[in-house]
């Protein structure tokens, strides 16, 4: 059964860090792009940070660039999302995400309302918060 597990959310103060880990079980994440993505309470889910494991081709959205950065491990099957100088506006439940095609654009798999991701994890919450 293909699977998707992330960790590392919680608490933390404007300014502060979290480092996202989300690990594939049950195949390998070699052919796949994987994305972050994030929804917040009333809100759509939008996707964060995207990286194609092939390559290591990155995408971001508008609002993390110069403050969140994807990698990928490929020995560990895990890809990380690494948030540094986080704002109140970053909080919300944090999606693992994965698509397996290889002509589909890093950029297309973020968009979650193109129906790119066929395996999602269950979540992680991240707040916020002085």
Same mark, same amino acid.
């Given at each position: 059964?293909? /699977?998707?597990v992330?960790?590392? *959310? *919680?608490?933390? /103060?404007p ?8 690990? *594939? ?10 994305? #972050?993505?994030?929804q ?13 494991r ?7 959205? =508008? ?12 020995d560990?099957?895990?890809v ?11 909080t919300? =439940? ?9 002509k ?9 309302? #193109? ?5 999602? *994890? /269950?979540g992680?919450?991240?707040? =916020?918060?002085?």
């Amino acid at each position: 059964q293909l /699977q998707l597990v992330e960790s590392g *959310g *919680g608490l933390v /103060q404007p300014g502060g860090s979290l480092r996202l880990r989300c690990t *594939g079980s049950g195949f390998t994440l070699d052919d796949y792009i994987i994305g #972050w993505f994030r929804q917040a309470p009333g809100k759509e889910r939008e996707g964060v940070s995207c990286i194609r494991r092939s390559d290591g081709y990155t995408y971001y959205t =508008v609002s993390v660039k110069g403050r969140f950065t994807i990698s990928r491990d490929n020995d560990e099957n895990t890809v990380y999302l690494q948030m540094n100088s986080l704002k109140p506006e970053d909080t919300g =439940v944090y999606y693992c995400a994965a698509h397996r095609g290889p002509k589909t654009t890093v950029q297309a798999v973020c968009q979650p309302d #193109w129906g790119y991701v066929e395996v999602w *994890g /269950q979540g992680t919450p991240v707040t =916020v918060s002085s």
